[in-house]
């Protein structure tokens, strides 16, 4: 690797702040602004928005209103400011659905969800939108499904979805936004949670407009270790679906003090990859709590919480940017 080669793009998901941004809440577009002038002081140059549910369906005000947003983010002179969205099927949205009614209902959803990112002049929507996330399989009589039968009841659902996603892959094209699915935690939600298994459900879809995110966190977790992990980065490279890359610790916590294989992780990307990388940190905020099963104490966040002698949200942000480029350094990249 040559030591002239370079990675210029670096985003921070603001999953450390918060899992909604308001976006037709003036005050609260001044807090977005403040955070970005802040981070950017770090280094990042681009973000990762969250975009909240909305159970109104006003899809046309949502658009209208992160196009608001990214307007008032222009006239603030943060007009290169490059952003990514985070997007998740819910119980009500769901492409797996056994149901044409509601499968048709999650695909207007996730069509939403694609103009809101090209409205934010993002190129990259990611997240869990196969199966919703965090919603585990029960019989009719609420018993959990798991294992083999788990399995089994996924293979169905993943076809019901693989048939929406080309038409999905389509309207994503049409707005120059790639979808990159994310594989998460056996934790945290049913499936897919390992790389191979949704590089099997992609085998089905011809877009190439969808593909994968790889977070460091869940391939730590759910992954099928270093050997396997580099051919399955190569095979989705030659496939064109290696959309986003996210680096997160496996508690979603502090970057720069997490056991994560970084070289194992990063080496094998950075060698077919030229896209951004994503500082990935679930803070203690009241979103995450109960979902995440968080012990550990919330990174305070300036402007919201008091101020203590623990690290605040932004010590914790420049400590991971300053993590990553230590270890993208040793691979031989400048960033």
Same mark, same amino acid.
């Given at each position: 690797m040559s030591d002239s080669s370079s990675l210029s793009d670096i985003y921070l998901s603001f999953f450390m702040f918060t899992t909604d941004l308001k976006p037709s809440d003036l005050e609260y577009r001044q807090t977005v602004i403040k955070h970005i002038k802040e981070l950017q002081n770090f280094g990042y140059n681009g973000f990762e928005f969250p975009i909240a549910f909305n159970e109104n369906k006003n899809y046309k005000k949502d658009i209208e209103d992160y196009a608001n947003l990214r307007a008032t983010l222009d006239s603030q002179g943060f007009e290169n400011v490059k952003i990514s969205t985070n997007v998740g099927a819910t119980r009500t949205f769901d492409l797996s659905s056994p149901y044409p009614e509601q499968r048709q209902a999650a695909l207007e959803y996730l069509k939403s969800r694609i103009d809101i990112t090209a409205a934010l002049r993002g190129e990259i929507m990611m997240g869990p939108i196969v199966i919703p996330y965090g919603?585990? *399989?029960?019989?009719?009589?609420?018993? *959990? /499904?798991?294992?083999?039968?788990?399995?089994? %009841?996924?293979?169905?659902?993943?076809?019901?979805?693989? /048939?929406?996603?080309? @038409?999905?892959?389509? %309207?994503? @094209?049409?707005?120059?936004?790639?979808?990159?699915? @994310? *594989? /998460?935690?056996h934790w945290e939600t049913p499936g897919p949670n390992k790389l191979s298994q949704l590089i099997e459900f992609l085998d089905g879809v011809n877009s190439k407009q969808v593909g994968v995110v790889i977070d460091s966190a869940h391939e730590t977790l759910d992954g099928d270790g270093p050997e396997i992990f580099r051919e399955q980065v190569a095979y989705l490279a030659k496939q064109k679906r290696l959309h986003y890359v996210q680096v997160s610790p496996p508690d979603r916590g502090a970057l720069h003090t997490s056991w994560l294989p970084w070289q194992s992780f990063l080496e094998p990307i950075l060698e077919v990859y030229d896209g951004p990388i994503a500082v990935e940190i679930f803070n203690a905020i009241p979103a995450f709590l109960n979902s995440l099963r968080l012990t550990r104490r919330k990174f305070w966040i300036p402007g919201e919480d008091t101020p203590n002698k623990y690290p605040s949200a932004y010590d914790i942000a420049n400590e991971a940017i300053k993590a990553t480029r230590i270890q993208l350094e040793k691979i031989g990249y400048s960033c």
């Open positions: 919603v585990f *399989p029960t019989t009719d009589f609420n018993v *959990p /499904i798991w294992s083999d039968e788990l399995q089994e %009841h996924l293979a169905i659902r993943y076809r019901n979805a693989q /048939i929406i996603f080309n @038409e999905l892959g389509q %309207h994503a @094209e049409q707005r120059n936004v790639k979808l990159a699915i @994310e *594989p /998460i935690t």
